[in-house]
């Protein structure tokens, strides 16, 4: 009986089987054969789009919460991608858009023809539009299908032109980096950071994309929302910056540059014929006439940087570099014949034309003084002169070569010993250098003189001294390289800049690499001999730095030993630090760390400097700048800079410092660089100051006066203007304006 129950369900659950496979299957041969087509259709007119979400870029600001970099609503047009693939379609919806949005329909064929823009997603053709011209548009949506508007945010600078070089400056993706980018999630119509810190944390001031789908038809008129991913907003930064330091220090730079233009470098003469015949000339190379240069030759002083640092903890609270510009110019429409016009470097005499009246390609030469695109702060790639000689000082003394009670007798020339004398009569080696000319025309003599003393006066002949005993004392030939190596020398500091120029310190392997790319000739770059060490010691051969470098270094002399990182990042914060009630400001009060700042700065290495070395060379640089710094010999000689800090009043920040004049192209004086580097003596006030001027004259007449304005300023002496709001940007001119002058320039007073 219960088998006949079992096989009555099994066969019911059998019919019942049967039925609903016949169903499914008459239910699929209907749909693949009667509403086939219709279906079909239905796939053809939906479609799921997928539209990229931007982020909001993060802020930036200064120490003080001033804004330096913010964002604006802007509304922008965009034309889908199904349409642009078409030719005809394409022509008809730019032509159409065209007398609205102002736009040439060869300008948006140009965006399209450059495929910058991702394909998945519509093409901006026009951005910054006025709410009159959206809502045109927005009337006449049935006209101009797969056309939609877009809101996004344009990149301001409300402080412009201040501080350009730190800030940077945004532009679009270029072919050369779309890989880049578009592999790290970024949509190819993105702007990007190009420079500045806008460019070195461009991760963080980004944030993340978002993104929706839509369900479109065949026209591309959404039909349904499908999905949305919130964009996350990008990071704000706040900078070390303080903007009334930075103001200060590019109106005191451009200021003397603008005013060591007027000046002039004197020819030197002919000692043998009674100082009557100028020594310099250009000569012509087909007729061998001599072109005498004129008596009086001006300075060319084209550029320059200053950078303030505090030594206790490596913050940059100022950094200038000139030629400077204004990075408003990137937001605002800057063509091909207009960044030509501002940012052109071409040396126009230099250029040469041929009998049809056309350019030789070989004639035109970039002139570097005139770069602008340049932060010669970290760019920079300078001699150092006698600025140099500290750290030099500290390797003798800190291997023993000399000690704080070695006395040398400055004669005003130096001849080494270590050279056979038949090689040195023969002329193949140079064997004998010189002091710098005191005035007569002949090597200043400074008598008998120690680190402290050679420092004051700066005798050219004791660190000559040092480099021959260094290189021939030491089995490691290398020896002075890797000690002023500690400082940081030849190596990149590692800002939060781009870009960043990490020096040279001469040796065996950089002469081979610069007599390969003909820099110098086969014969220099045969080796490294004890004449490059005489010539490092005093800071010149092939030895080149950057202004930051230099301040490091002082820095690390001022500390004790301690090689603190340069920052220039104070704080990252989570996105979204409300404005201030104060116009321009942010309030810092309200933001919250995305990372835990390092307040007292990062320590990269520590040197052993003991106090007895420290204070030889701290009691050098103090006399640099006091009166009756110098030595009596034949005759008093005054300490480098106390001609300049006459006038520097007691209550002002004490500073050590040096001076430094860097010999230029061909040995013209016209063409020296002055150098100036100094920090406080006072730790409650922890700051140095770093002064380079290009082809400007010594380092007391030109890079000095700098430095001391500065530190007038900052001790509260020297008056400085209120730091304000950018005026309208003037897109005709192709300079940042205002100029930048000191309203008072008496700090820049020197004694005769």
Known sequence: MAVDKRATRLGIL???????????????????????????????TTKIRTRALLPERGRIFDADGRILADNQRSLAVTVDWELLRSDSKREEIFRRLSGWVDVPVEDMEARYERGLTDTLLPMPVAEGLSEATVIAIKERSEDLPGVEIVESSTRTYPYAPLASHIVGYMGAITKETKDLYVNSGYSQSERVGQFGIELSMERELRGVSGYVEYEV???SRIIRE?????????????????????????????????????????????KETKFKTPVFY?????????????????????????????????????????????????????SGGKFEEIFDATDLEAV????????????????????????????????????FKPFPAYAALSTGLLSTNDYYRDRGTYKMESVDSDKCASGLVRCVYKNATCGNGRPCVYGYVDVETALAVSSDAFFYRIGELIMENNEQKDLLQ??????????????DLPFEFAGTVPDRELKELYAERGVISEDEGRGYFTGDNVQLAIGQGLLSATPLQLATGYSTIANFGFVMRPEIVKAVYEAGVPDSAVQGYADISRARFAEEPNIDGEVIRQIPMPASIHDEIDRGLRRVVRTGG?????????????????????????????????????????????????YSVDSDRPYTVSAYLEKSGYGATAAGPVVKCMFLQMSGIAPADAVELSTPLDTAASFPAPPKRLADTSCFARRN
């Open 482 to 495: 890797r000690q002023v190596g500690l400082f940081g020398f030849g190596e990149k500091t590692g800002i």
């Open 217 to 219: 038809d065949n026209s």
């Open 352 to 387: 040469e034309y041929d009998d049809q009246g056309e350019i030789i390609p070989e004639s035109v030469k970039t002139d570097p003084d005139r770069s602008t695109l340049v932060n010669r702060a970290i760019q920079g790639r300078y001699n150092l002169g006698s600025t």
């Open 14 to 44: 059998a019919v019942v089987g049967t039925l609903l496979f016949s169903l499914v299957g008459a239910r699929l041969w209907f749909l693949q054969t009667v509403e086939a087509e219709a279906l079909q259709a239905q796939v053809d």
């Open 282 to 334: 250009e000569l012509d190379e087909e007729t061998g006439a001599k072109d005498y240069y004129p008596r009086e030759v001006p300075f060319k002083a084209p550029a320059g940087a200053v950078v303030v640092q505090n030594w206790e903890t490596g913050h940059i609270i100022a950094m200038a570099s000139y030629p400077t510009f204004d990075n408003r110019w990137f937001e605002s429409d800057l």
């Open 630 to 678: 110098g030595n009596t010999s034949d005759f008093y000689h005054s300490a480098t800079g106390e001609k300049l800090f006459f006038d520097y009043p007691s209550s002002a920040i004490p500073v050590a410092g040096k001076t430094g004049t860097a010999q230029g192209r061909n040995n013209f004086p016209w063409n020296d660089s002055s150098a100036f580097t100094a």
């Open 226 to 270: 499908v999905k949305r991913v919130p964009p996350i907003n990008g990071r704000d930064i706040q900078l070390t910056i303080d903007l009334d330091q930075q103001q200060y220090a590019e109106q005191a730079l451009e200021t003397q540059l603008k005013l060591r233009r007027q000046a002039t470098a004197t020819n030197p003469l002919d």
